[in-house]
Antibody, heavy 126, light 107 residues
Framework: EVQLVESGGDLAQPGRSLRLSCTAS????????VNWVRQAPGKGLEWVGF??????????EYAASVLGRFTITRDDSKSIAYLQMDSLKTEDTAMYFC?????????????????WGQGTLVTVSS | DIQMTQSPSTLSASVGDRVTITCRAS??????LAWYQQKPGRAPKSLIF???NLESGVPSRFSGSGSGTDFTLTISSLQPDDSATYYC?????????FGQGTKVEIK
């Protein structure tokens, strides 16, 4: 069974950092891209960024709202993807979801998400 | 970034009704469109990818169509379990974007 489990969400002060983890199981993690999507309380979905697989050089893409502050990495030996969030802002408060991106159905520029984790909550407040 | 506009924002329909949600892209996205269903307090669930391809395990009453800038998600016979918010997402560029969502309520 495909599973994705996010962890690391917490309360953080503005300007501080957090690192989220996405632990995968039930499939060959290294064959897939990983997306990060967030949802502010009561709001819609916002794409944060994604990381391609090693086959595609682990190239990353980011939304303009997080570019230069957030970094996505992966450790295929552990089946984990990370979202490093630096210089946090109050507007980063959201539930953060990781999801699997199947390369064979990607556009070449980004991927949709076929399986999702349950999310981890990040609250940025002083 | 490409803007995705869904309509309507909310709809109310009866069990058994045919329901249609539209999604319009601000520029040509070819067929790189996905649809997701999200219930309160839950993660999104993928329904459709590449505009018209049904994800494994998704009921056949769901279907997607369109290409270019105009897309449609259709539920052929609305069921009580379909009460949820539906989002479209374009992934034709290196900055994917979602529509604002359509809330479907059961009368």
């Amino acid at each position: 069974e495909v599973q994705l489990v996010e962890s690391g969400g917490d309360l953080a002060q503005p300007g501080r950092s957090l690192r989220l983890s996405c632990t995968a199981s039930g499939f060959t993690f290294g064959d897939y891209a990983v997306n990060w999507v967030r949802q502010a309380p009561g709001k819609g979905l916002e794409w944060v960024g994604f990381i391609r697989s090693k086959t595609f050089y682990e190239i990353t893409e980011y939304a303009a709202s997080v570019l230069g502050r957030f970094t996505i990495t992966r450790d295929d030996s552990k089946s984990i993807a990370y979202l490093q969030m630096d210089s946090l802002k109050t507007e980063d408060t959201a539930m953060y979801f990781c999801s699997r991106g199947p390369h064979r159905f990607c556009s070449g520029y980004s991927c949709h998400s076929d399986y999702w984790g349950q999310g981890t909550l990040v609250t940025v407040s002083s | 970034d490409i803007q995705m506009t869904q309509s309507p924002s909310t709809l109310s329909a009866s069990v058994g009704d045919r329901v249609t949600i539209t999604c319009r892209a601000s520029q040509n996205i070819n067929i790189w469109l996905a649809w997701y269903q999200q219930k309160p307090g839950r993660a999104p669930k993928s329904l459709i990818f590449m505009a018209s391809n049904l994800e494994s395990g998704v009921p056949s009453r769901f279907s997607g169509s369109g290409s270019g800038t105009d897309f449609t998600l259709t539920i052929s016979s609305l069921q009580p379990d379909d009460s949820a918010t539906y989002y479209c997402q374009q992934y034709s560029t290196n900055s994917a974007t979602f529509g604002q969502g359509t809330k479907v309520e059961i009368k």
